[in-house]
């Protein structure tokens, strides 16, 4: 007899949008955001290339959440 145990994995995402679509957006709060979404077990991180200000700045959430995830000291 065979006995399988699953555990669950919790999945936990943000939407990114407004880190870097709002007009009064601020970087340095934008990552302890970030970071305290990854502290509290987020495990998807939903952005795209076209969350900016204007087509000018294509990629700033990408590029944001990089820099969070390249400066976060958790696992």
């Known amino acids: 007899m065979t006995v399988t145990v699953r555990q ?24 302890l955001v970030l970071h305290a979404a990854l502290d509290a077990g987020v495990t998807l991180l939903d952005t795209a290339d076209a969350y900016c200000l204007d087509a000018g700045e294509a990629g700033h959430n990408e590029r944001l959440v990089a820099k969070a995830l390249a400066s976060w000291p958790g696992d």
Request: hydrophobic residues 35%; aromatic residues 0%.
């Open 8 to 31: 669950a994995i919790p999945r936990v995402g943000m939407g990114c949008m407004r880190l870097s679509t709002d007009p009064g957006r601020d970087e340095t709060r934008a990552l």
